[in-house]
């Protein structure tokens, strides 16, 4: 049983940057073929793809968050984690890992899911 698990601050202020990271158990973050997402969902609103990290290492980010987004690894720790730059208020959501064979913005595109975390954006 694949177990993902969100952790960072819960608030952070505009202008700095979210630093939020996924720890996983039950399974390596390396295993063909498997992709390493970020997710998250405004209040009110859809889900929201921000990027991923694949099992080879290589990435890919929503071009519309691309210039203030980064994604790693840490694979002795079985982790990855997800730095987005110059938050603003519309940055609060719900922010979420996932583990899929690819990505999307349904909650189907994804076979195992972290439990979720708040943050909020403000001063």
């Known amino acids: 049983q694949v177990q993902l698990q969100e952790s960072g601050p819960g608030l952070v202020k505009p202008s700095q940057t979210l630093s939020l990271t996924c720890t996983v158990s039950?399974?390596?973050?390396?295993?063909?073929?498997?992709?390493w997402s970020w997710i998250r969902q405004p209040p009110g609103k859809g889900l929201e793809w921000i990027g991923y990290i694949a099992y080879s290492g290589s990435t890919y980010y929503s071009p519309s968050l691309k210039s203030r987004t980064s994604i790693s690894r840490n694979t002795s720790k079985n982790q990855f984690t997800l730095q987005l730059s110059s938050v603003t208020p519309e940055d609060t959501a719900v922010y979420y890992c996932?583990?899929?064979?690819?990505?999307?913005?349904?909650?189907?595109?994804?076979?195992?899911w972290g439990q979720g975390t708040q943050v909020t954006v403000s001063s």
């Open positions: 996932a583990r899929g064979l690819s990505y999307g913005t349904m909650w189907s595109d994804y076979d195992y």
């Open positions: 039950g399974g390596s973050i390396t295993t063909n073929y498997y992709y």
